[in-house]
């Protein structure tokens, strides 16, 4: 372009700029546009101060789920209602003034800092973020500006055919961006689904986890189906198919499907339940922190979690500890030396362990239930003797007593006089005199 043309057209966008500042419909759709703006304002703050849960922010930990998602949609409470009053101003514009680009202009912009707002508020993962704003700005441009179908009419004319299968490269771009869209929509509303049923008291345990797994399952079928139907495929020529399909899925995935119905049954047959200690029938042993559709989670007292298959609590043997009672009795071993006043010690015994904190004494307890001491059996080099006593929770982790009980007992029976024996042996030298032999020979 040469010099000459282009003065000659920043002249005429010049020209252009003027003739619209010297229009008077110009400067009402400015004033029309503010005004939106201030009245938008003011409603907003109004309602934010009849309805308090909109103002303040609430605190993550101590409040449901939807409470903090009105305080998350009260930050789009401005933004639309200005779309909404400028929206009214269009058609206004355009009956009253005959024109009404710069209230379009406006409307379109208003919309698309609507989009980073739900994007900023609401999108947590980075990726999908992302994707949002460099795909899905450029598309919702493209829209309100009347220009995506032409954009589409290019990227179908981009195509791949195989065999009986026409592959546009709009059909793979709508598919990669709706699918993910649908996907992290599905996860989102799962998490905040079975966080809200969770927190519903009136229900017990059992029906809340049961109602929780009701909903992922259905919200996951819901986004398949959409996907589906965002990829085209007729959902109708699909059921015989399918019918086939499911036969072969049913052998394949047999392991699948018997641990979910297994957690279905471990819910409402009412044998296990968060903070249960489940000792496994091959000794491995864990707190139930999680019940998943396939897998509860154990976590063991030294960090680990062990993922046991649902099957496993329905086709084998487990302990559960503490069900039904948190309390748990215990005993701890120990031995004195044969010259002891046994009677003395088992009191003093008694004393000691009854003092710890965590052991379970007292006059209002029946006396099976206080601490007891006795003789086992009579060992090599000591009269071996048993304390047993009650606790609340596992003898493990935070709750390990057994250690304290043992130090307790060796400072005790070393204050009083008490020793704790060690292997003795007595060796005995027999002399015998031999008669001499001299042999066959002198």
């Known amino acids: 372009m040469s010099p ?6 920043i002249t005429s966008y010049g020209q252009q700029i003027l003739n619209v500042l010297d229009k008077q419909e110009t400067y009402i759709q400015l004033g029309m546009i503010l005004a939106v703006y201030a009245v938008a304002y003011i409603i907003n703050n109004q309602l934010r101060r009849y309805f308090s849960f909109l103002g303040k922010a609430p605190d993550p930990a101590s409040t449901p789920p939807h409470r903090t998602l009105l305080f998350k949609l009260g930050h789009l409470l401005f933004p639309l209602l200005a779309i909404l009053l400028l929206r009214m101003s269009v058609d206004l514009g355009q009956t009253a003034l005959r024109e009404g680009w710069l209230l379009e202009t406006a409307l379109t912009i208003a919309l698309l800092l609507l989009f980073n707002s739900v994007i900023t508020n609401f999108v947590k993962n980075r990726i999908a973020a992302r994707l949002l704003r460099f795909v899905g700005f450029p598309i919702l441009f493209l829209h309100l500006t009347g220009l995506l179908d032409h954009v589409i009419l290019v990227l179908e004319s981009i195509s791949i055919t195989v065999g009986n299968i026409n592959v546009t490269a709009y059909g793979v771009l709508r598919v990669t961006l709706f699918g993910t869209l649908l996907f992290w929509m599905g996860r989102a509303s799962n998490s905040t689904g079975k966080d809200l049923i969770r927190r519903q008291e009136q229900l017990d ?238």
């Open 4 to 9: 000459e043309q282009l003065q000659s057209l």
């Open 205 to 442: 345990f059992r029906t809340r986890e049961l109602a929780a797994k009701i909903f992922e399952v259905a919200v996951y079928v819901v986004v398949f189906l959409l996907l589906l139907q965002v990829m085209g495929i007729n959902l109708t020529a699909l059921a015989v198919l399918g019918g086939a399909i499911g036969v072969g899925l049913g052998f394949g995935l047999q392991s699948i499907a018997s641990n979910f119905i297994s957690g279905v049954i471990i819910l409402l047959d009412n044998s296990l339940s968060l903070g249960d200690y489940i000792e496994m029938e091959d000794g491995k042993t864990g707190t139930v922190r999680e019940l998943n559709l396939r897998s509860t989670t154990l976590e063991t007292y030294d960090g680990k979690d062990i993922m046991v298959p649902n099957e496993k609590f329905i086709s084998s043997t487990f302990i559960n500890w503490t069900h039904k009672n948190k309390q748990q009795r215990y005993r701890v071993d120990f031995s004195v030396a044969y010259h002891s006043d046994i009677r003395k010690l088992v009191e003093i015994i008694k004393e000691t362990v009854a003092a710890h904190p965590q052991v379970m004494s007292g006059d209002k307890l029946p006396i099976e239930e206080r601490p007891d001491c006795e003789i086992d059996s009579f060992g090599d080099s000591g009269v071996n003797m048993f304390v047993e006593f009650w606790m609340e929770g596992i003898d493990d982790g935070k709750n390990r007593v057994g250690g304290d009980l043992l130090l307790s007992i060796f400072e005790a029976m070393r204050e009083n006089g008490f020793e704790i024996p060690f292997p003795q042996r007595e060796v005995r030298i027999i002399q015998e005199t031999q008669p001499h032999n001299p042999g066959p020979f002198k």
